[in-house]
Every structure is written in structure tokens, then in C-alpha cells.
């Protein structure tokens, strides 16, 4: 029998009630698959913790963890924890000391699920975020704190290695798509350096791959395209920031934060890749039983199929669509399920 290693870091907020649901849904999926096995540890690292420790991962904890196949993430943040503290005491460590650089965050309408757009129907992209510089790199600092003349600066840090491998990475995925069809979305009309260079970059790459057809994009000009011309987007590319806001638009076009998911994606495998459902810790909904598992079970069929476990993922996602065209919704998506209810109703189609 197949078994992987995988750690569970529940974090903050729903995210031990979103990762608890997940782990007991891909136990049912393996139970139903019976040709592999799930070993799985948890790490108690979060905000409750870093208020009492002073740290989030522990020393050695990052070589800890490389030792997992995967790793299953729920969420960040604490009303009582600055978010910057929180963000890059936890989530960012993981992804830029493991080169997670491709992010993947898929979306489309699940049956029975109501877009705030009419032609809600149309929305089935794959939106692809570099995740290791760019905007996010943590370049930068403060000057003269506190008086006038304080200065903070935030510098973008693009290099060609990075962008070269998201932009390859994109056009091998959007070759497997029906469509073929990669749009690269940047804001080089304002920023001219960094973003001019992602163009130029991708046009590049674009050369090995006379099989997908391309497009450019402004970044504000997207998020029109996005609302009013869905079908014509497919898979699209752009920098940290820029996609992990559209990602987010692109989950609430198809009805809710609550079913996004994510993959963080060290494609050469040197190191683990890591899991998340994109809805974070979601402080209002935290221990009412409400929160929505779907994002979670999505990002658990995508680690299964990042694992090999092709037909588990495909099942896992087929039982997600049952449950969801049956109508058993959480609140955010017009219901009154519960997250158990929402568990056991993917579980039963599981074993159904």
C-alpha cells in the first residue's frame, strides 16, 4: 500500500474546523481508494501559541517539516496579532523556504452553486500566482519612524529565473487545457521596469509554446474582463500581488470565498508543497460550526492529485460536485448546513 506523509497545520480561525473536516474527508477517500494511506502529523503552530512562545515555527521546525509529502494548511491571523507579524511568522516562512513559487488557484462554478453573474456559467480559469518574489518579497524598510518626515519603502523584487519558471510553468498548464489559452496580466503601462520585464519575459517563453494562444492584459482591465467577458479568459499568469487579489475576485465570482482553493507548488518536488483553502481565518464565523469546507476538500483533490493519486482526486472532486448540485450549503453560499453537514454529505457520496 501507497503511504505519504502529511502535515496538518490547522492554524488560526476556521482553520481547525476546515482542516479537521479535511483530514476526515481524505481518510474517507482513502478508505474508498484502498490503495493508499494517509500518515498524518499536527503541528500546533498558530497565533494562541506565538502570543505565549513569542515565535510560530519553533527552531528546526522548517526541517521538520521537510521531511512530510505534503503539507495541509488552514489559516493565519489573529485580531490579537498584527496581520504582517502573522503572515510572515507562519505562512510565507513555508512557502518562499520551500520555493512553493507556483500558486494555483482554480475556479469555476460547482453545481448548484449561484455566481453574482448572470453568465456565472462561463467561469472556468486557473489563475496562476508567482509566489516567491515580486511584490511579496519583503524588501523594504522604515526611516525617521513617528516624525514628518518618516519614510517606508516597499520594493517589488522580480528576477529573471523567477519570472521565467512561472511563465514556463503557466504555458505547460495551459497546454494541458482544453482551450490553450494563457493571458499574462501585469501593469507595465505604469510600472516600467519590473512589469515591463514580465512582457518581455513571457513573450519569450511564449515562443517554445506555438500551441498556446496568448494575451496581455492590464491588471484593472482584467477584473472587467472577469465580470463581464468570463469565457474569454482560460489560464492566466501575474506577479504575487496582482493574482492574489484576482484569485480572490474569481472566488467570490463563482460564489464564495468559501470554495477556493490552492495549491503552493515546488514543481521540481526538492521540497514539500503545501495546501490551502484561500478563505482565511474568517474571525466572524469562528466556532459557529458554519464554516464552509468546500475550499478545503478542493485543496485536499488537488494535494491527492499532486500525491499520484489521480482517480482519489477525481472522485473527491465528483463527490464535492454531488453535495454541492444536491444543495447542501453553508451559509455563505445561501444554506443552512453546517460544516458537518457539508462532511458527511461528501463522505457519504464518497462511499455512494
Excluded at 179 to 189: A, D, G, P, Y
Excluded at 215 to 235: G, H, I, N, Q
Excluded at 252 to 269: D, F, K, M, W
Aim: overall charge negative; hydrophobic content about 45%.
Amino acid at each position: 500500500m501507497r503511504e505519504y506523509s502529511l502535515a496538518a497545520i490547522p492554524g488560526d480561525g476556521i482553520g481547525p474546523e476546515v482542516i479537521a473536516a479535511g483530514l476526515q474527508v481524505l481518510a474517507a477517500s482513502a478508505a474508498v481508494d484502498g490503495g493508499f494511506r494517509l500518515a498524518v502529523e499536527r503541528f500546533d503552530w498558530n497565533s494562541e501559541n506565538f502570543l505565549k512562545r513569542g515565535h510560530y515555527i519553533p527552531e528546526g521546525g522548517l526541517e521538520r517539516l521537510r521531511s512530510f509529502d505534503a503539507i495541509f494548511f488552514g489559516a493565519v491571523g489573529s485580531l490579537e496579532v498584527a496581520d504582517h507579524v502573522s503572515l510572515w511568522g507562519l505562512r510565507l516562512p513555508i512557502a518562499q523556504g520551500f520555493d512553493q513559487y507556483a500558486n494555483v488557484r482554480p475556479a469555476r462554478l460547482l453545481p448548484g452553486i449561484k455566481s453574482p453573474l448572470a453568465n456565472g456559467a462561463d467561469i472556468d480559469w486557473v489563475i496562476i500566482r508567482e509566489n516567491s518574489e515580486g511584490e511579496y518579497a519583503g524588501h523594504g524598510g522604515r526611516a525617521h519612524r513617528g516624525l514628518p518626515i518618516e519614510v517606508g519603502t516597499e520594493t517589488a523584487v522580480f528576477t529573471r529565473a523567477g519570472v521565467q519558471r512561472i511563465h514556463r510553468f503557466a504555458f505547460e498548464l495551459a497546454r494541458k487545457r482544453p482551450r490553450r489559452q494563457l493571458t499574462l496580466v501585469t501593469k507595465s503601462n505604469a510600472q516600467r521596469f519590473g512589469m515591463v520585464m514580465w512582457d518581455e519575459i513571457f513573450f519569450e517563453v511564449a515562443r517554445d509554446y506555438p500551441d498556446v494562444r496568448t494575451d496581455r492584459e492590464l491588471v484593472d482591465a482584467v477584473t472587467t474582463r472577469m465580470v463581464l467577458k468570463p469565457k474569454s479568459l482560460d489560464v492566466v499568469v501575474a506577479t504575487n500581488l496582482h493574482a492574489d487579489i484576482l484569485s480572490d475576485l474569481a472566488a467570490a465570482l463563482s460564489g464564495s470565498l468559501g470554495i477556493g482553493a490552492t495549491a503552493n507548488l515546488n514543481p521540481e518536488r526538492q521540497f514539500p508543497s503545501m495546501f490551502e483553502p484561500i478563505h482565511g481565518s474568517a474571525f466572524d464565523i469562528t466556532g459557529k460550526g458554519i464554516a464552509n469546507p468546500i475550499a478545503t476538500f478542493w485543496t485536499a483533490s488537488m494535494m491527492l492529485e499532486h500525491l499520484g493519486e489521480a482517480a482519489a482526486a477525481r472522485r473527491l472532486m465528483q463527490a464535492i460536485e454531488a453535495t454541492t448540485a444536491a444543495g447542501v450549503h453553508t451559509p455563505d453560499l445561501g444554506g443552512n448546513a453546517t460544516t458537518r453537514d457539508v462532511t458527511d454529505a461528501v463522505c457519504g457520496a464518497l462511499r455512494s
